[in-house]
């Protein structure tokens, strides 16, 4: 595939940090109605160009807009301002220990990405909350740059309750995450691959909560996030 | 407020049919990308311009494009593309039996619009995931019309687990759906005023499974939203 141009989408400012700066990217101004959180920088990846879309800070709560709501439109932004060839969205997770995960580790998403927190018990409608978007197998890539291959499943909480540990599950999940469905219905629908890139701050299945394991570790999963995250573009720019 | 445009966003062809069958709106060839599977409708309030966008079949699952996701991308393009002076989102919805709900109420959505499924316990993100999106007033409007004025609270599930009950009492929820909150989002962002109107399917509240009271009255209840949502659009163009 022929590769022109690259849109990465990142949920918040602290995962894109370490992206931004050893890519050199710049701040470009107001792209998208100035009225929506979302920043973007841009830069080059060999011949192609990079555009980064960072979810940016909710007016109302001066955080970044993480989870799936900002996530859709930015996917949805991206794909009709920049018309990439590839979408890539990167950022942190969850894994689980019992299926061999450790902090730090960088997942690619592999098979499908699904949802594990839209229940939706009526007949034709449970598959449609699942999702289960394919996402391309990138062949090549994984072994090539030292990743995880692993099943994404996203949920709009970072915590997880009983019920979300038994759609994880049933989903198969390696990686628990907040974004990656939600981008990956937007992918699908204008067919365009994606790749998800997952560096893991926390394990789901250990008795440290969540939110105390993902800030001890947001910053030195985001530095192994843009190591990977800038050799899988370039692997894929080549 | 001089209104010349009303945007009207409904997840649900069946919540659909009979409000445009009454208003006699007229689908309109693709408005938005054609990989899109929202559907556009357009009419008349009076002298206003009426568009309806409703979520459309998804591609790959065949079904109605319910839940958060594709309610954020249908608030982002009604306003992008009609600029609307009066948004309005409106649908089906679970009641509680303990708050005065009755199967084929319509409430008016009051005072804010919340998620109840965006679990994020890290400092400064716990508000941002509730959300607490304000509504206007709509001084009048409830008691003109006989709706019932409550906090909707929204989450991407149709059933309920006890994690969410407690969040929805928190919520101070009487009104529990799958869209509302990300379109007020939206609307926040762009200061659109948002009029939302739910009509009760099933009391969450009661042994019966949410899946099936929705089901028996999803009819009844689309014919009492219809007259409600024709009302209010008088009330609002007059």
Redesign the interface.
Known sequence: MEISTIAVIMAMAEEAEPFIREMGLEPVEPVF?S???MEVFEGKAGTADLVLIVGGK??????DS????PA??AA?LAI?RFNPDLLINAGTAGGFRARGAEIGDVYMGADCIR?H??????P??E???VGS?PVPEFRGLASALGLKRGIIST?????M???DLERLTANGADVKEMEAA?IA??A????VPLLALKSITDLVDTET?T?DE??ANLALASEALQEKLIAAIAYCAA
Request: proline share 10%.
């Open positions: 109605d009225r929506l959180p909710d007016p109302r709560h001066g955080v993480v989870a799936t709501q859709t439109l949805y009709e949802f927190d839209r229940r939706i018990p009526i034709g409608m598959a449609y909350g978007y949920g709009n909480s970072l915590d309750v009983p019920e939600a219905w937007v699908d629908l204008y067919q909560p939110q993902f800030l």
